[in-house]
């Protein structure tokens, strides 16, 4: 199918965004309905180290990781459970592999559904396993290992299909890294939205001839790079505007997959989901708090305002002090939602939606653009130039610039001279840039041809 783009905000105002609640709700796996109300955890849990060396291991540490998740959700009574089974690459290049765990943790939550009536689904996400360099992103042994793993998954009884794309990873990662940001506009605004479209529209194809639905994807690849990198108030590695604009665009690389058919949920790790939310009005999975068992950011609560599955980032499969780790941080989990629901149940979720974003929209220049409200405000940017890649992406970073400098003026977050100079210098090279994309994409074919040598532009068909 080709790409519809969204050319009008599927919410008619930002104070329509809060946690539990969707424009366009979802209902997939065993009775699970996301948008309608409720908030659900998702456990996500990575393979025992040398299990991924055979079969017969990975298809047992699955088999564990669903048993003790589904075992300890039943303990505390949770009314949903949602696995993720995020690949490793070992699983994906392998047929065998991704039919046989995900039918093993699909016996397991069919089972706790069964046994207790609790509402249970799984994720599948798919390891991108291709490399612009070596084989190439279309058509290459790796792409097509891609395919036939998602085809395994759907088969066996997936709910729900997702991916973190790489498309453009290699120039967004020669940008980042040197403050280049017509390389990060590329990379993640153009080259990324194309290779999007070509991976979206295969999956939603693939789901819509199983029982499962295209979840969604994340710029893990790219402007999470950049947030790791930017770090903590301490780090200096890179800019945090710098980071905040690279979020901005990957709001409008994001939205691609539900252009291409994606109803959601949206992957955890995408920290641009509220834009995508605004825009496409589909239910979006994330993290924050309960993420700091792999990585720290600097908006865990903010980012709990307007999710639909709350997530936490990968663990290893192993015992801590509390029992078997699918358990600890699914309790964990279930807890944050507990307290959404309550504060829906009762009519005080506003209220807890706004006192999360408080808690850090001025922390960081990246809190300040991602907060509902202002995640709206680029959402209208992107659907103003819908139908252009380019110019909605570049809307997406001039729009956050905006805001930025509208909470430096009213003085609720405070700049070093590294960060100004950063947001001034990308401001003026932005407003600067063509307002034809053909233009920007000649100038980038030359400009990055020579200096990422990794880059390969037939690879976007350009």
Known sequence: ????????????????????????????????????????????????????????????????????????????????????????????????????????????????????GTKTSLMSTIADIREEDMGGLRGSDFDVMMDESFEACAENGTSILCVETIGGKVVSDYGISRGDIRAILYGIGLLGSIDMEYMWTKISDIASHHDCVPGGDTDCAQANTAMFLGGGLTSKNVSH?????????SGARSLVAVECGAVGPLKDCGYENPIVKAVGGVPICAEGKNATCAHSDLMGNLACAVVDCWSNESVYNREEMGGPTP????????????????????????????????????????????????????????????????????????????????????????????????????????????????????????????????????????
């Open 327 to 462: 358990g600890v941080w699914l309790q964990s989990l279930g807890y944050e939602c507990a307290l959404m629901n309550t504060a829906t149940q009762i009519g005080t979720n506003k209220q807890l939606r706004d006192t999360y974003v408080l808690a850090d929209k001025y922390r960081d220049p990246q809190g300040v653009i991602l907060a509902y409200d202002n995640a709206y405000k680029i959402g209208e940017a992107i659907t103003a130039e819908g139908e252009d890649i380019y110019l909605r992406s570049r809307a997406a970073a001039i729009r956050a610039m905006e805001l930025i400098n509208e909470a430096v003026d009213e003085k609720r977050i405070l700049l070093t001279r590294f960060e100004r100079d950063t947001l001034d210098s990308t401001m003026k090279t932005y407003e600067q840039l063509p307002d034809d994309k053909d233009k920007f994409i000649k100038t980038c074919i030359k400009r990055y041809g020579r200096k990422v040598k990794e880059h390969d532009p037939s690879q976007y068909e350009l």
């Open 241 to 249: 505007t710098l980071a905040a604009v690279a979020r901005a665009i």
């Open 1 to 116: 199918m080709a790409a519809k783009r969204f050319t009008k905000m599927e919410n008619k105002s930002a104070d329509d965004l809060v946690f539990g609640k969707a424009a366009n709700p979802v209902e997939y796996g065993f009775g699970v309905k996301l948008g309608v109300g409720e908030v659900v955890p998702n456990i996500k849990v990575a393979p025992a180290e040398g299990s991924e060396t055979s079969v017969e291991g990975m298809v047992a540490t699955c088999k564990n990781i669903a048993f003790s998740a589904c075992d300890r959700a039943a303990a505390v009574g949770l009314p949903t459970v949602q696995i993720e089974q995020e690949h490793v690459a070992q699983q994906t290049k392998s047929r065998e592999i991704s039919a046989k765990t995900t039918a093993v943790q699909i016996e397991q939550l069919e089972e706790l559904h069964d046994k207790y």
